[in-house]
């Protein structure tokens, strides 16, 4: 009988039926798929030339430490390919693939929600300046501006320039029923377009003011009020021209902080990467008419080269809606730089360019965008050594058989028979990863049953365990029961193996949102007859009680939005000429059901199949809730 093979042959023999394919792999443009030992889809990556980017991942020299090459021998099981016609067709198929597996070891944005920009919409008269999270691509007579990483901070500066630059902030509908100026008027503060007060040029010279002072050019729009203070304190009108200087140094403290200054960038992101380990910190620094206006890190977990990391970052980056910008400043230049640039310019609309400087201004740029990054990972490193002592005190108090990097707590919220549904949390280090949040519609189990709804959740959860690799522990929010269904899920599955609780407010009070004297959290575990009871003010307690409220809160979250989408349906229903194909086309249109109950009747009338007084009717049946 023959000896049974070393982990190393194990690995030689792996890696030559790899190079078996990857002999017959074509010479043309296309996308590679890795996959991992349980066939799921480990990465995903594009080339100019197939054959020769999927070699250089097997071009091994001894003692070579290269990452691709490690990634390769861990990883690796199987490769598949997609031949495309041509480096934007790959471009393309790989974003759609990504979004389709997610794959373990692609680069992947936890926080997609970082970021404000300005919208401006001048397909109205007299435009108000708005806020939006994520651009919808391009509309016409729409654009937007910034991005602002600090919501708090552009929410000021917008508050300050209400002061100095009278722009309307009040709804299309609002703006359309009012016939006298409201009390923004009175304060200064509205220039009442509304009421004629204000012309259509006069306020778009507001309009841009107001742009140019967020862009961080505020000298022309000072220097235009100075003439008027100046006139004003002549005519020894001495109140206005109070008003006036307090509104120039309202207009330079909001263009204060972007006081950093490059003439040779225009409108560029520039991207600066460091990295210790498997960690590795993206910091981009957002110029926008000379100055930086912004600025934003991102903590990620790669083993992939330096170049294919950064690449993988601006797809994911600006694979979206957010705009693109002129010039992308990056550390290395990525492996195909002018595909990179063609998709990015097809998404802009406009020539991108995509460019490593070694020398300049640019190069200074990056150098600065670095020196954050490094800041930034040093604080992230020191931070994830405090989460690891806590997970350690974890694993020790609930004898599971080591830290648990990963956990996902489950919940479910119902009020009645309908609008039941479960959430999931997902931490990561001790911190929550909001991306793999996700909530279920409960499909198969009728009323409320919450035993039945949580074995329904599992069960679909578990069933994708190849496509999204399973937590360390797994919560569910409750008692004995709670947790005697989710081992039964387990075990039906086919992880057994996988370390459980289920996490009970103190005492016999269930669902108590404080703990009383005395009481503690009760962790209920496999095989144990008796719970685990954590002492107060543990940072064990601390985290798992964290976890579990976030949950509760999720779910809740979930619960209300469902139920009001159902109550938003029912009154469409109630709407004579408002079949299913129209309620489906309101609510793609509006963006959901909030978007539609605040909808005007000007607006609803541009859909097709509204007309006016279908408008009018839709407005007045949903305004009742």
């Known amino acids: 009988m023959d000896a049974p093979l070393t982990a190393a042959e194990t690995r030689e023999r792996r890696r030559e039926r790899l190079l078996g394919v990857v002999v017959r792999l074509p010479e043309g443009p296309g996308v590679y798929l890795f996959r991992n030992e349980h066939g799921a889809v480990a990465y995903v990556g594009k080339a100019r030339c197939l054959r020769e980017r999927v070699r250089s991942y097997f071009a091994r020299r001894r003692g070579d430490t290269r990452r691709a090459v490690q990634f390769v021998e861990r990883y690796v099981h199987a490769i598949e390919f997609v031949s495309t016609a041509s480096e934007q067709e790959a471009f393309l198929l790989e974003s759609k693939l990504v979004k389709r597996w997610k794959p373990a070891y692609n680069v992947k944005l936890r926080d997609d929600k970082d970021f404000l920009y300005v919208r401006v919409d001048r397909r109205h008269a007299f435009p108000a300046l708005t806020l939006a999270r994520r651009p919808r691509g391009r509309q016409r007579d729409v654009s937007y501006h910034g991005p602002f990483a600090s919501a708090g901070s552009l929410r000021h500066a917008l508050r300050l320039l209400g002061g100095s630059v009278p722009l309307r902030d009040c709804s299309d509908r609002e703006f359309a029923a009012r016939t006298r100026p409201c009390l923004k008027h009175d304060m200064g503060r509205c220039a009442a377009p509304c009421t004629g007060l204000i012309g259509r040029e006069d306020y778009a010279v507001l309009l841009q003011q107001a742009l140019d002072v967020l862009a961080g050019r505020c000298e022309e729009a000072v220097t235009a009020l100075q003439v008027r203070m100046d006139a004003e304190s002549a005519a020894q009108r001495y109140e206005r021209a109070a008003r006036l200087r307090d509104q120039i140094r309202a207009l330079r403290a909001i263009a204060a902080p972007q006081g950093v200054e490059n003439t040779s960038l225009p409108d560029a992101d520039v991207l600066g990467l460091h990295r210790a380990g498997g960690l590795a910190e993206v910091v981009v620094l957002f110029w926008r ?337």
């Not at 992230?380 to 020790?396: F, I, N, P, T, Y």
């Open 289 to 625: 008419g000379g100055a930086l206006v912004s600025s934003a890190a991102h903590a990620l977990e790669s083993e992939l080269p330096d170049a294919e990391l950064l690449e993988g970052f601006v797809l994911d980056f600006y694979g979206d809606a957010r705009p693109v910008p002129r010039e992308l400043l990056l550390p290395c230049a990525p492996p195909d730089a002018a595909g990179l640039a063609e998709f990015l310019g097809a998404r802009r609309g406009a020539a991108t360019a995509v460019l490593a400087p070694r020398r300049g201004e640019r190069r200074a740029a990056v150098e600065l965008a670095c020196r954050n990054a490094e800041h930034a990972l040093a604080v992230s490193v020191e931070q994830r050594g405090h989460q690891q002592a806590l997970l350690d005190a974890l694993a020790r108090r609930l004898g599971l058989p080591f830290p648990p990097e990963t956990i996902e707590c489950y919940d479910v919220s119902n009020t009645g028979r309908t609008g039941i549904v479960a959430s999931r949390v997902v931490f990561r280090h001790g911190e929550p990863d909001t991306s793999r949040y996700r909530s279920y519609r409960i499909r198969e189990v009728q009323g409320p049953d919450d035993y039945g709804s949580l074995g329904e959740v599992l069960r679909r959860r578990l069933a994708r365990a190849a496509q999204e690799p399973l937590p360390d522990l797994l919560i569910v929010d409750g008692g004995a029961g709670q947790l005697a269904v989710a081992r039964r899920a387990c075990e039906a599955a086919g992880y057994a193996d996988l370390p459980l609780a289920a996490l009970a407010k103190g005492g016999r009070r269930g669902r108590a949102l404080l703990l009383a004297e005395g009481e503690r959290e009760r962790v209920f575990l496999p095989g144990r007859a008796e719970p685990v009871e954590l002492d107060r003010g543990t940072p064990e307690e601390y985290l798992l009680q964290r976890v579990r409220d976030e949950a509760h809160r999720f779910a809740i979250g979930a619960h209300r939005k469902a139920r009001s989408k159902e109550a938003l349906a029912s009154r469409l229903d109630d709407v004579p000429g408002v079949g299913p194909v129209l309620r489906r086309r309101l609510l793609s249109a509006f963006g959901g059901s909030q978007g539609l109950a605040r909808a005007s009747v000007e607006q609803l009338s541009q859909v097709r199949g509204v007309g006016p007084e279908l408008a009018r009717t839709i407005v007045e049946h949903v305004g009742r809730g």
